[in-house]
């Protein structure tokens, strides 16, 4: 960056043939003009100026070296501008890691809503839970569900999602329903494997909370995956409320121990860097005004 403006310098002299004209028309200091050109002549190697009392002229590698800089500096600004231009208006490739269940039942009526909004930007939607690696990947964000491990990423929240226990009537009727959270001990529990401390739940009814670790023959990445299974009666999960409306509905699932409510999953997004292109800040920052508006006004989904 240093050698750029040095070469900006020079070329404001060239310019103008005179260090007199060129401090004039961009207000640095004759002085200041003298000594970076003479750091710029002693870097490169070669005189650029011919310099007497009377006027100021390029020598030949100096006007070979003109010639190039004009090229070098204009494109430089260019790029700056192409920058700036992508900073302020949102466009280009969204590319964007999301876990297929939360996107699918959670995040797309916000994507459509997105998109509509923002016509100029595209989409590259990978749907995976695998954790992607922002800085060597070609992933502008990550979406990701549960407590994030300390890293170098930057974890911004965009909704928390109350979750409660649900199981299908066949598990019920089969194991009975425990009265008291103590129970869940002894109940086959499908756990989220990824989410942090996924072998113990913790329960609020007031201002009593109750902790305890639960087990069963399930421990799984997927939400999902839960969901299914324990339609499908294989135990007891704890799943976020506004994922098992159409089970609650059809009946596939009922809530257990409805006293009580578990602690709710964070979402978060991911990036690697704060300074970020317009694209992938306005979808963070629609995502933040929107998700956890929708989820507190219990007007999901939206499409």
């Known amino acids: 960056m240093q050698l750029l403006n040095d070469m900006e310098l020079f070329l404001e002299v060239g310019k103008a043939m005179s260090f007199r004209g060129a401090s004039a028309a961009i207000g640095v200091p004759i002085?200041?003009?003298?000594?970076?050109?003479?750091?710029?002549?002693?870097?490169?190697?070669?005189?650029?100026?011919?310099?007497?009392?009377?006027?100021?002229?390029?020598?030949?590698?100096?006007?070979?070296?003109?010639?190039?800089?004009e090229r070098i500096v204009e494109d430089a600004r260019l790029a700056h501008e192409h920058l700036r231009e992508m900073l302020d208006r949102p466009n280009g490739v969204l590319?964007?890691?999301?876990?297929?269940?939360?996107?699918?039942?959670?995040?797309?009526?916000?994507?459509?809503?997105?998109?509509?909004?923002y016509p100029e930007i595209r989409f590259e939607l990978d749907l995976t839970p695998r954790r992607v690696d922002l800085v060597s990947d070609p992933v502008d964000v990550a979406i990701r569900m549960g407590p994030q491990p300390d890293s170098n990423l930057i974890?911004?929240?965009?909704?928390?999602?109350?979750?409660?226990?649900?199981?299908?009537?066949?598990?019920?009727?089969?194991?009975?329903?425990?009265?008291?959270?103590?129970?869940?001990?002894?109940?086959?529990c499908l756990r989220m494997s990824a989410a942090g401390n996924g072998g113990a739940w913790a329960l609020r009814r007031g201002d009593e909370v109750a902790t305890m670790a639960v087990s069963g023959r399930f421990s799984l990445n997927s939400i999902g995956m839960i969901?299914?299974?324990?339609?499908?009666?294989?135990?007891?999960?704890?799943?976020?409320?506004?994922?098992?409306?159409?089970?609650?509905?059809?009946?596939?699932?009922?809530?257990?121990?409805?006293?009580?409510?578990?602690?709710?999953?964070?979402?978060?997004?991911?990036?690697?860097?704060?300074?970020?292109?317009?694209?992938?800040?306005?979808?963070?920052?629609f995502l933040q005004a929107h998700a956890q508006r929708a989820v507190d006004d219990g007007h999901w989904p939206l499409a």
Request: charged share 25%; aromatic share 6%; proline share 6%.
């Open 95 to 117: 590319r964007a890691s999301l876990p297929v269940d939360l996107a699918v039942d959670f995040l797309a009526p916000l994507i459509g809503q997105f998109a509509r909004d």
């Open 227 to 285: 969901r299914r299974l324990a339609g499908l009666g294989m135990g007891i999960a704890r799943l976020p409320s506004l994922l098992v409306a159409a089970d609650l509905a059809s009946g596939t699932l009922q809530r257990v121990l409805p006293e009580w409510t578990a602690s709710a999953v964070p979402a978060y997004a991911l990036t690697h860097t704060r300074l970020l292109p317009a694209k992938t800040q306005r979808f963070i920052d």
């Open 31 to 69: 002085s200041t003009l003298s000594r970076r050109i003479s750091r710029l002549e002693k870097h490169i190697g070669l005189r650029l100026f011919n310099r007497t009392t009377r006027k100021v002229e390029l020598t030949e590698a100096g006007q070979a070296y003109f010639e190039r800089c």
């Open 155 to 188: 974890a911004r929240q965009i909704a928390s999602l109350p979750c409660c226990l649900y199981a299908s009537p066949r598990y019920l009727e089969r194991n009975g329903a425990p009265a008291h959270p103590d129970e869940l001990a002894e109940h086959e």
